[in-house]
C-alpha cells in the first residue's frame, strides 16, 4: 500500500529501490509516528474537521496501536511502503471512512519530520542519561584513586607524573563539552514541524500551537519552509553531538587498550571482561574497548556522510533525505550500546597501585627537579641545562615529592567543580 496510490504502481525493481530499508529504520521511529497522529486528531477535532466520535475513535486505535507497539508486535510488511502506509491502512480497517481522514492537513515529509524529532528528543535525552551515569561512575574512580601516580605521556614518550585520579576526572570533564553539545542538538529537534505538510503549509485552518503544546516541543518550527528544510539539518546536528561523545569514549577506549598491554599493565578487568585466543592460551584480550574505539570510530564519520548526503540538495523536500535515516539511527543505537558497554566494563576496572616504582619512570619528574632548583633561585634557563646535563651523565636525581597545588593539577582535581560543571551542563542553556 502506497499514500500517493493513484491507481497504477511502480514495477518492482523501482519499488525495491525506492524503499530501500525503510520498513525496518521505521519500526524505531513508528512509535513517535503514532503519538503524532494521535496529537494530529485531537488537532483535526479541536478544529472541526472531525466530529467528536471520530476524534475519540482515532484516538482509541492509535492507543491501541501504540499498546501493539510497545509489546513488539507492531510489523510492517513487504507490502507496505513505510509505517505512515502501514498505519493508515490499520486505522482504515478498524474505522472506515474516519481512518481515512487521519491524513487530512499533512504530507508524509511532515510525518517523517515530527516521528523522527520526537525520536531523537527522546534518544538525546537518553544518551544525556548515559553520559551522565558515565561521568559519575568516572568522577568516582577519580575520588577512589586519586592517590595512585600514573604515567604522563607526549608522543607517546614518559612525560610528567599524573594520577589516575587525574585520568578519569580528565574524560569525566570532557564528558561536559559533549553534554554542551547534546543539549544543543536537543534545541535543534525541539521544534514542531508538524502542520508544514509538504513543506508549503495547508489551506486548512490547523491549529500548530496546540500540537506543538500536545506533543512536549518547547517551540515551533514557524516557517513552513524552514520547517522542511530541517530535514538534514537536524540529523547533522544530533550526529555531530553524537560524534563528540564518541571522540571522547573512542580516546578513552585508546588509552584503556594501551594501558591493558603487558608493555603498560597499568589496568586490567576480570576475565569476563576479556575475550581469549584460540592458539595463545595466556591472552586476555579488551575486545569491548577495541570495539567501542572502532565503533566511536565510525560515528566520526556520521556527520560527515550526512553532509554529503544534504549539502547541495535545494529547499523543499527531496527522496535523497530518505538516506540520512539509515545513517542516523544505526548511529544512535550504537552510541547507547558504547556507554552502556563503557560503563558496564569500568566499573570493574582494577589499577596498578605501583606502576611509578620501576626506576624508568624516573624521568616523569625532570620537570618537577627543574623547577624546585627555579624556586631556589635558579633561572629556569640556567635551571634546564643543568637538568639536561645531568640526565646525559646519569647523575639525575628525581625530586619526587613536589607539590602539585593549582586548580586542575596533580594534587588539587577540583572534582566538586567539575561536578558542579556538569550538573549546570545538565539543566541547559538559558532560554
Not at 150 to 172: D, E, R, V
Not at 181 to 197: E, F, H, I, K
Request: proline residues 4%; charged residues 25%.
Amino acid at each position: 500500500m502506497k499514500l500517493w496510490d493513484k491507481g497504477s504502481s511502480p514495477d518492482e525493481k523501482t519499488d525495491r529501490f525506492t524503499v530501500g530499508n525503510d520498513r525496518e529504520l521505521d519500526l524505531l521511529l513508528v512509535k513517535y509516528d503514532l503519538i503524532a497522529s494521535r496529537s494530529h486528531a485531537r488537532m483535526l477535532g479541536k478544529i472541526g474537521l472531525l466530529s467528536d466520535s471520530e476524534t475519540a475513535d482515532l484516538v482509541r486505535e492509535i492507543d491501541a496501536l501504540l499498546r501493539e507497539e510497545a509489546a513488539g508486535r507492531f510489523t510492517i510488511e513487504e507490502g507496505f511502503e513505510d509505517m505512515h502506509s502501514k498505519i493508515e491502512f490499520l486505522l482504515t480497517e478498524k474505522l472506515g471512512d474516519t481512518g481515512k481522514k487521519i491524513h487530512t492537513a499533512r504530507s508524509r515529509n511532515d510525518q517523517i519530520l515530527v516521528a523522527l524529532q520526537l525520536y531523537l528528543k527522546e534518544a538525546l535525552g537518553d544518551i544525556m542519561e548515559q553520559t551522565h551515569a558515565l561521568f559519575g561512575l568516572l568522577m568516582e574512580l577519580a575520588e577512589r584513586h586519586k592517590a595512585v601516580s600514573l604515567p604522563g605521556y607526549t608522543h607517546l614518550q614518559i612525560a610528567m607524573p599524573s594520577s589516575f585520579g587525574l585520568w578519569f576526572s580528565a574524560y569525566a570533564e570532557s564528558l561536559v563539552d559533549d553534554v554542551y553539545l547534546l543539549q544543543a542538538a536537543l534545541r535543534v529537534a525541539d521544534q514542531n514541524p508538524l502542520g508544514s505538510a509538504a513543506g508549503y503549509g495547508s489551506s486548512f485552518p490547523i491549529d500548530r500551537e496546540f500540537t506543538t503544546r500536545d506533543l512536549g516541543f518547547a517551540e515551533m518550527k514557524y516557517n513552513v519552509v524552514a520547517a522542511q528544510m530541517g530535514r538534514g539539518k537536524v540529523e547533522r546536528t544530533a550526529a555531530t553531538a553524537l560524534a563528540a561523545v564518541g571522540a571522547t569514549l573512542g580516546k578513552m577506549a585508546m588509552d584503556i587498550c594501551l594501558y591493558m598491554s603487558q608493555n603498560f599493565g597499568f589496568v586490567s578487568f576480570p576475565d569476563k571482561l576479556t575475550t581469549g585466543s584460540s592458539i595463545m592460551p595466556h591472552k586476555k584480550n579488551p575486545d569491548i574497548f577495541e570495539l567501542i574505539r572502532g565503533k566511536c570510530n565510525l560515528l566520526q564519520a556520521v556527520p560527515a556522510q550526512l553532509g554529503l548526503v544534504t549539502t547541495n540538495l535545494p529547499s523543499g523536500y527531496h527522496r535523497d533525505l530518505q538516506l540520512t535515516k539509515e545513517v542516523l539511527l544505526p548511529a544512535v543505537e550504537t552510541l547507547k550500546s558504547c556507554l552502556e558497554m563503557a560503563r558496564t566494563s569500568l566499573a570493574e576496572i582494577r589499577v596498578e597501585k605501583r606502576i611509578l616504582d620501576d626506576p624508568k619512570y624516573d624521568y616523569l619528574f625532570s620537570v618537577d627537579t627543574l623547577n624546585q632548583k627555579v624556586l631556589e633561585g635558579v633561572p629556569f634557563r640556567d635551571a634546564y641545562r643543568e637538568m639536561a646535563a645531568s640526565i646525559a651523565d646519569g647523575s639525575f636525581e628525581p625530586v619526587r615529592d613536589a607539590p602539585h597545588t593549582h586548580a586542575g593539577s596533580l594534587g588539587n582535581l577540583c572534582l566538586e567543580r567539575i561536578a558542579a560543571k556538569m550538573e549546570r551542563a545538565l539543566q541547559g542553556p538559558a532560554a
